[in-house]
């Protein structure tokens, strides 16, 4: 629900680019989801840690891809400057999940 509005608040005003940004994250956060309820980690170990960040890591790439591939007005932006917004959004989703799991 975060990720979407930070996106659109970087510069990507493109209503159509927003819907698409909001699909490929609904898409990439179930996969990250489904990917670590499927390891069957024991929760607070290191190897959730662990995985979560390495599937963080992954999002961000597939999520990159997905980007330069479906978004049809990406060509006007730098690639650097989409893959600087998708990072900085993960990480704001992520930081305010820890928040949020932490109260």
Partial sequence: MIETPLFWLA????LIDCLHF???????????NQSLYALDIPAHSWGLYIAV???EVLVVILEFAMSCCIMGSIGKF????????ILFTN????????????L
């Fill in 11 to 14: 510069g990507y005003k493109n």
């Fill in 78 to 85: 730098s690639l650097m400057r989409l893959f600087i917004t």
């Fill in 22 to 32: 909001a699909w490929i994250n609904i898409v990439s956060n179930v996969m990250l």
């Fill in 53 to 55: 960040i390495i599937g």
């Fill in 91 to 102: 990480a704001s989703s992520f930081a305010l999940g820890l928040i949020f799991m932490m």
